[in-house]
């Protein structure tokens, strides 16, 4: 049994989104029970000082289209809701104690004037940040009943795909392809192709089958094991990258194989300082995660941070989330152009 990459390294994952409809939505996301407003997104996107903090930059009007503050804002808020939603999970309450630090650090942290609906929302995620990482530096791998939530909790990430993969931007897409034709093994057009590099390699571990973009998930799904695929396109707000694969393996982790791995993701949760709840909430938000189109066309955790990535086209304001969404659907990632 190969080893799980729980956080892949070199590919950056986006989580595909859908939508439909033609009525007005006040819902900019929904994060499993948690419902993100398109009135708070606006409101904190106008924030000038909240956007500062965000390494954003202030809102120019009250359009609720796509745009970078838009984004930002509403990539926080995802991250919030997921926190609340984690937290609620595991039964943890965010103390008096706990919001007078979040309350602290804010002023130290925060220059400028904040609104009161911006300050409330950096509060909540540095209070349910630091409740989250005491309750997590708590947990012991040898607690079967403990491991067995946190495994329960990801259920995407037990399905995974051992590959080889190798990217170049389409700039370099033809030596590539070039390389492949001559018989090169995937590993061997990383080495021989300028600018390609080998993106996932079985023997470090496997990935998440979320972890793929749509287009590399068609192509794995019917591919034969030890059989190279491609050249498949991937494209990105980014640009476009080509990509060949080998599948050397299929394998589900059932929760007796996902042992050394849970202690490993045990290992990463404690440490608020350097994010480590958001490392469990970026993997529940997986299965439980819609955006409005209107604001994006995925979600990006690849920095350990929520980002929202951009429409693939632009949309009308009067599109709206399918009704009843809010608990599954995501279905794929997009890689780096320039692996």
Same mark, same amino acid.
């Given at each position: 049994?190969?080893?799980?990459?729980?956080?892949?390294?070199?590919?950056?994952?986006?989580?595909?989104?859908?939508?439909?409809?033609?009525?007005?939505?006040?819902?900019?996301?929904?994060?499993?029970?948690?419902?993100? @407003?398109?009135?708070?997104?606006?409101?904190?996107?106008?924030?000038?000082?909240?956007?500062?903090?965000?390494?954003?930059?202030?809102?120019?009007?009250?359009?609720?289209?796509?745009?970078?503050?838009?984004?930002?804002?509403?990539?926080?808020?995802?991250?919030?809701?997921?926190?609340?939603?984690?937290?609620?999970?595991?039964?943890?309450?965010?103390?008096?104690?706990?919001?007078?630090?979040?309350?602290?650090?804010?002023?130290?942290?925060?220059?400028?004037?904040?609104?009161?609906?911006?300050?409330?929302?950096?509060? %909540?995620?540095?209070?349910?940040?630091?409740?989250?990482?005491?309750?997590?530096?708590?947990?012991?791998?040898?607690?079967?009943?403990?491991?067995?939530?946190?495994?329960?909790?990801?259920?995407?990430?037990?399905?995974?795909?051992?590959?080889?993969?190798?990217?170049?931007?389409?700039?370099?897409?033809?030596?590539?392809?070039?390389?492949?034709?001559?018989? @090169?093994?995937?590993?061997?057009?990383?080495?021989?192709?300028?600018?390609?590099?080998?993106?996932?390699?079985? %023997?470090?571990?496997?990935?998440?089958?979320?972890?793929?973009?749509?287009?590399?998930?068609?192509?794995?799904?019917?591919?034969?094991?030890?059989?190279?695929?491609?050249?498949?396109?991937?494209? @990105?707000?980014?640009?476009?990258?080509?990509?060949?694969?080998?599948? %050397?393996?299929?394998?589900?982790?059932?929760?007796?194989?996902?042992?050394?791995?849970?202690?490993?993701?045990?290992?990463?949760?404690?440490?608020?300082?350097?994010?480590?709840?958001?490392?469990?909430?970026?993997?529940?938000?997986? %299965?439980?995660?819609?955006?409005?189109?209107?604001?994006?066309?995925?979600?990006?955790?690849?920095?350990?941070?929520?980002?929202?990535?951009?429409?693939?086209?632009?949309?009308?304001?009067?599109?709206?989330?399918?009704?009843?969404?809010?608990?599954?659907?995501?279905?794929?990632?997009?890689?780096?152009?320039?692996?």
């Amino acid at each position: 049994m190969r080893r799980l990459l729980l956080v892949p390294v070199s590919l950056v994952v986006v989580w595909a989104v859908a939508a439909c409809g033609t009525t007005a939505d006040d819902r900019a996301a929904l994060v499993g029970p948690e419902t993100v @407003s398109v009135e708070t997104v606006d409101a904190l996107a106008q924030d000038a000082a909240f956007m500062g903090a965000l390494q954003g930059e202030p809102g120019t009007s009250e359009s609720t289209l796509p745009g970078l503050s838009a984004r930002t804002a509403l990539g926080f808020e995802i991250s919030v809701a997921g926190l609340k939603a984690v937290a609620d999970e595991w039964g943890v309450t965010v103390s008096d104690a706990d919001r007078s630090s979040a309350e602290e650090t804010v002023s130290q942290q925060v220059t400028g004037e904040l609104s009161a609906e911006a300050r409330s929302s950096l509060i %909540d995620y540095v209070a349910h940040l630091n409740a989250l990482a005491q309750e997590f530096s708590e947990l012991d791998p040898s607690d079967t009943e403990q491991m067995r939530a946190l495994y329960d909790g990801i259920p995407s990430q037990w399905n995974q795909v051992c590959a080889a993969i190798v990217g170049v931007a389409e700039a370099n897409a033809a030596e590539l392809e070039a390389e492949a034709r001559s018989g @090169s093994s995937v590993e061997e057009m990383a080495e021989g192709v300028s600018g390609a590099q080998l993106v996932a390699n079985p %023997d470090e571990g496997c990935l998440p089958a979320s972890a793929f973009p749509e287009e590399l998930a068609d192509a794995v799904e019917g591919a034969a094991t030890g059989a190279t695929v491609g050249p498949v396109t991937v494209e @990105s707000p980014r640009g476009s990258a080509v990509y060949f694969v080998r599948v %050397d393996e299929f394998q589900h982790l059932s929760f007796d194989e996902a042992e050394d791995e849970l202690a490993q993701l045990v290992s990463s949760l404690g440490d608020a300082q350097s994010g480590g709840p958001m490392v469990y909430v970026s993997a529940w938000l997986n %299965d439980r995660i819609e955006v409005n189109p209107r604001y994006g066309s995925g979600v990006d955790f690849s920095t350990g941070q929520v980002a929202v990535v951009p429409p693939e086209a632009p949309v009308t304001t009067g599109t709206t989330l399918p009704t009843g969404v809010g608990s599954g659907g995501a279905t794929g990632s997009e890689p780096q152009t320039t692996p």
